[in-house]
């Protein structure tokens, strides 16, 4: 089975992740390593790290889609998280309906302000880019 979790920045994917990680034993593989791999290490990939979830997610996908295949062809228990896109993801659950799964993380409604906050709040976990920051983005 492949798991696949995405959404916005910020949502909780890497804590849902390594809670998964430590109920459930699965590996995974977290979509900002790859990205940031191909940014620095494969320029001609032409991967722009700040250019916005929707445009890295395109972008990682035709990559993210082979690997998929390839865990499902091994029959490989996997997780994803990262920069994904509900379009990539459904289009590859219709050909694997029973072995793909998905949970996409967001917000329904909140302010640029109350959500640097709340990451204030909740400071101290891996990538914590915004404490550095000393004015609402």
């Not at 032409?46 to 929707?54: Q, Y």
């Not at 865990?71 to 998280?81: F, K, P, Q």
């Not at 990539?88 to 694997?96: P, Q």
């Not at 072995?99 to 302010?111: D, E, V």
Request: charge should be neutral; hydrophobic fraction near 45%.
């Amino acid at each position: 089975m492949l798991l696949f979790i995405g959404g916005a920045a910020r949502t909780g994917k890497g804590m849902l992740v390594r809670r998964l990680l430590v109920e459930r034993q699965m590996p995974y593989l977290s979509l900002d390593v790859l990205k940031m791999g191909l940014a620095r290490g494969v320029p001609e990939y032409a991967i722009d790290p700040d250019a916005g979830g929707l445009l890295v997610g395109e972008r990682l996908w035709p990559l993210v889609r082979e690997m998929s295949l390839n865990l499902l062809a091994e029959e490989v228990d996997y997780v994803m998280e990262g920069e994904l896109l509900p379009k990539h993801v459904a289009a590859l659950r219709r050909l694997y309906p029973s072995q793909i799964k998905a949970c996409f993380l967001g917000y329904t409604t909140i302010t640029p302000d109350q959500k640097l906050h709340a990451i204030r709040t909740h400071a101290g976990h891996p990538n914590d880019w915004p404490r550095d920051y000393s004015v609402p983005i």
